[in-house]
């Protein structure tokens, strides 16, 4: 009987046809091929050798030949028959026994990748690390038991307490915790020690290096064990990253502390997820599909149901728009008021009449005195918007950008004395004159950290001045008089706290042409404000009037954040709306948009001229139709790449900023 005879015998299932001998049991494997093309994210049918048949399980990598090449894939699951009617191919090998792909982070991936209109096999690059074959042959110990402690940090904060008793009983609660002057690490720390101590696990996502040395600190000073925690980072280097997410992934790590990917640790039994600063864009992942940390602790919650904890000094836009599904958790607003450090406005009408001039200067006088009379009892933080010396130059006669005489770029100066030098391309201007007016004098439109430290030492001779910036970043300071110039991120912390922090630039980042500049304005004054003891003061060089700046003197992160959402509202913004920007040259775009059935209740809008002559559409819908719109745009992009036609169209679901 042939096969196609076979197929139409009643209780009969057609033959698996394949160039080699196949296993006996679901010979069929179900393969989803690592490939960055959109109409490729499917799964394809291949055949399990018998000499596979024990080692290819689901969630292995193994290697296919795909168009006539070798690619690497993931073995999805394995049946019996497959739906392609001729002969197929067969696995060509497994690269590696080690189940990998777990199903519950499967369910993710497919999950994010679909929220995301993007493929499967990019959200699994980020979520699972590559291969280290000494790695992998690691033996590790068995899991130890994290011993109990008290969750002192949390006894002040309204439901708590509650949070942390219905963690251990598995009832999932979820809440943002805003923590005020208090550490968060330490917060944190105590938080999974307490529940890992029920023999659960618990995943801690932070947004930098910093602030995992921060919480690991904590958690070994609590007397938890190393061999309990894993550490999942990106910098720790492809042998040490895969084997610390190995440890996770066979039981041996109880709490698990990383930067964004550690939001798709391995563990089957999660018991809770926490997320510090999900307002940080470094949470977000800049390669496609542009999923964010915070976005997938929700999704993962919901799923595997477990605890979720949002925890920072303010509160972001995106978890307030949460509520009340997510509980607020926080001091009494009398004891909060009580700890933390007075905030005032060097801008303000007391500002204004001991120096009328103080809104046209950086640095007032107002600053000036709060800072001498703060560095008779210890360090002054200077928050600065950039890094470098003056990282933007102006003619000093015509005031018209100082550009660049050989490729039109911005000119900057690196030092007082320095000649200009090209941002872009590196030139230096010798003998530089301006194309307008043909001066040849510069002034600064923009001033940066070296020289903010270089005017202050100046101010204030024989205080010893430090600079903390994203290229040298100190850790912390002792508790003598100093003062440490530092840009967002990279503040140190101080022994006993700051006696004062002085914020500058606060105008001009708030004024950023970006959705977000306020929010992270906000909670960058707010990160610098909790590292002030409760006795000292914390002064903000901006508009009095301002929200942001009124929110932050009456220490109202929630308030805040809620006013925001309010404003995103009215004009149809995430996160009260789904919004997808799709960005490329105007014909790829129009053939894009002409390739969706968008209901009649969304709203487009657009053409925005952008970068190198390309354009961009804002397609934004009801909350209820993201998954319908997300749908479409993965429907048209892999259309699109079927066709091999046209230039790409770059398709963003709920970009950080616009």
């Not at 024990?54 to 394995?78: Q, Y």
């Not at 590696?96 to 792909?101: A, C, D, K």
């Not at 009892?377 to 600065?384: D, E, S």
Request: aromatic share 4%.
């Amino acid at each position: 009987m042939s096969d196609d005879q076979l197929s139409l015998v009643p209780g009969k299932k057609q033959r698996v046809k394949a160039e080699v001998p196949i296993a006996k049991n679901a010979p069929v494997a179900h393969v989803v091929i690592d490939s960055p093309l959109p109409h490729l994210d499917r799964v394809f049918d291949y055949a399990v050798p018998e000499k596979l048949s024990e080692i290819a399980k689901p969630g292995v990598r193994v290697r296919v030949r795909f168009a006539g090449k070798l690619t690497d894939g993931w073995l999805i699951s394995r049946s019996d028959q497959s739906e392609h009617p001729g002969t197929l191919a067969a696995l060509t090998n497994v690269i590696s026994p080690e189940v990998s792909l777990i199903p519950e982070i499967l369910e993710l991936a497919k999950t994010v990748a679909a929220r995301q209109a993007g493929t499967l096999s990019d959200v699994l690059r980020s979520a699972i690390p590559n291969r280290h074959a000494t790695a992998e042959a690691t033996e590790f110990s068995p899991k130890v038991n994290v011993p109990d402690s008290e969750a002192a940090a949390w006894a002040d904060y309204v439901g708590g307490s509650a949070l942390i008793k219905r963690t251990i009983a598995g009832e999932a609660p979820r809440a943002i915790v805003t923590t005020g002057s208090d550490d968060p690490a330490k917060l944190l720390a105590q938080f999974a020690i307490t529940v890992s101590a029920s023999d659960a696990k618990v995943v801690v996502v932070v947004p930098d290096r910093a602030a995992i040395d921060r919480v690991v600190a904590v958690l070994h000073k609590h007397g938890c064990p190393k061999s309990a925690v894993a550490i999942l980072a990106a910098d720790d280097g492809p042998a040490q990253r895969y084997r610390n997410w190995l440890s996770v992934l066979r039981g041996a790590a109880s709490i698990v502390v990383g930067t964004r990917s550690a939001v798709f640790a391995p563990i089957n039994d999660l018991k809770a997820i926490c997320v510090w600063d999900d307002w940080n864009e470094t949470l977000s992942d800049p390669q496609a599909p542009y999923w964010h940390a915070r976005d997938v602790a929700v999704l993962r919650s919901a799923q595997q149901q477990t605890a979720l904890v949002f925890i920072g000094a303010t509160m972001s836009v995106e978890t307030c728009a949460l509520m009340p599904w997510l509980a607020h958790v926080a001091k009494s607003r009398d004891q909060l008021r009580n700890e933390s450090p007075k905030v005032r406005s060097a801008l303000d009408e007391a500002g204004a009449k001991i120096n009328p001039a103080a809104s046209a200067s950086r640095i007032p006088s107002a600053v000036m005195q709060g800072m001498k009379s703060a560095l008779t009892k210890g360090p002054v933080l200077v928050l600065v918007s950039r890094l470098g010396y003056s990282p933007r130059i102006l003619c000093d006669t015509c005031r018209t950008s100082a550009l660049c005489s050989a490729c039109n770029g911005p000119l900057m100066q690196t030092a007082r004395t320095s000649a200009p030098a090209c941002n872009l391309c590196g030139h230096i201007e010798i003998l530089w004159s301006c194309k307008k007016c043909k001066g040849t004098s510069i002034r600064a439109a923009a001033v940066g950290s070296e020289r903010t430290a270089e005017e202050l030492g100046r101010a204030f001779p024989g205080i010893p001045v430090r600079s903390s910036t994203s290229d040298h970043i100190l850790r912390t300071v002792d508790s003598r008089p100093a003062i440490v110039v530092a840009t967002a991120g990279a503040a140190p912390i101080a022994q006993g706290g700051y006696a004062a922090a002085i914020l500058l630039d606060g105008n001009s980042m708030l004024a950023r042409p970006e959705l977000s500049a306020t929010q992270e304005t906000f909670a960058k004054w707010n990160e610098c404000a909790s590292l002030v003891r409760p006795d000292g003061e914390v002064i903000v060089v901006a508009d009095s009037e301002h929200p942001a700046v009124q929110a932050l003197i009456r220490h109202d992160p929630a308030g805040f954040a809620q006013r925001e959402l309010e404003q995103r509202v009215q004009v149809s913004l995430p996160p009260t709306v789904r919004l997808a920007a799709l960005t490329g040259d105007q014909v790829d775009v129009d053939e894009a948009m002409a390739m969706l059935n968008l209901s009649p209740e969304t709203l487009v809008r657009g053409p925005v001229p952008g970068r190198e002559n390309q354009v961009r559409m804002l397609i934004s819908c009801d909350r209820k139709l993201g998954t319908d719109l997300a749908a479409q745009l993965k429907a048209m992009t892999a259309g699109r790449s079927a066709k091999h036609k046209g230039g790409s169209v770059n398709v963003r679901i709920d970009p950080i900023n616009l």
